[in-house]
């Protein structure tokens, strides 16, 4: 079955940085394009960041935008967000999470209802 495992949250000070890793398997990962979103303390659920399958594309919200890196290595099956510049605000549980489907417009990939699968998230913290 379809497995999202991610790992390498941490508590980090303002302005340090984090690398986040997303283990897949279950599935065929190269096939299909991958996501990263948080949830805050008392928020919803909040979409990070989207990679396209093949990693040709990449889309970032614009909380993030020039902080946050999404790659993925399809040899390994592994999704990565490389957090930098961090601040208190980008404080959350950060979830990997799988495309519904292996054709995914560009109009979807920030949109969380077009996801299926999603782990169970790694715990980030920022703060002096």
């Known amino acids: 079955q379809v497995q999202l495992v991610e790992s390498g949250g941490d508590l980090a000070q303002p302005g340090g940085s984090l690398r986040l890793s997303c283990a897949a398997s279950g599935f065929t990962f190269s096939s299909y394009a991958m996501s990263w979103a948080r949830q805050a303390p008392g928020k919803g659920l909040e979409w990070v960041s989207g990679i396209y399958s093949d990693g040709s594309f990449t889309y970032y919200a614009d909380s993030v935008k020039g902080r946050f890196t999404i790659s993925r290595d399809n040899a390994k099956n592994t999704l990565y967000l490389q957090m930098n510049s961090l601040k208190p605000e980008d404080t959350a549980l950060y979830v990997c999470?799988?495309?519904?489907?292996?054709?995914?417009?560009?109009?979807?990939?920030?949109?969380?209802?077009?996801?299926?699968?999603w782990g169970q998230g790694t715990q980030v913290t920022v703060s002096s």
């Open positions: 999470a799988k495309a519904r489907s292996v054709v995914t417009p560009s109009s979807q990939l920030t949109k969380l209802g077009h996801y299926d699968y």
